[in-house]
């Protein structure tokens, strides 16, 4: 994990199947589980395109962690149950 204390245009980001993530200044707990979902192959809720994707939703339009909805004020914390199912093996 890297926290630079700059503005960015995001909070943070990582890559897939990776072991890092970066946050910016204005990163928050959300952030931190966001993008460490990300480097765990979790994307987004709204992106139905990825092949890791089981369901697509409307963005903004949950709460959970791998949404955008934290943009609109919608603080984001939850998973949902197939989510879980993918990270789950992976956690140590
Ligand atoms: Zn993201």
Redesign the pocket.
Known sequence: MYFIGEEASWNGFSYFNSKFGVYFEGHNKGTVA??TM?AMNLP?TFDGKSSSALYTYEVYKTNNL?D?SHHIGIERHCLFLWQWKILNPKIR
Request: glycine share 0%; hydrophobic share 15%; charged share 15%.
């Open positions: 966001h993008e990300h987004h791998l955008y």
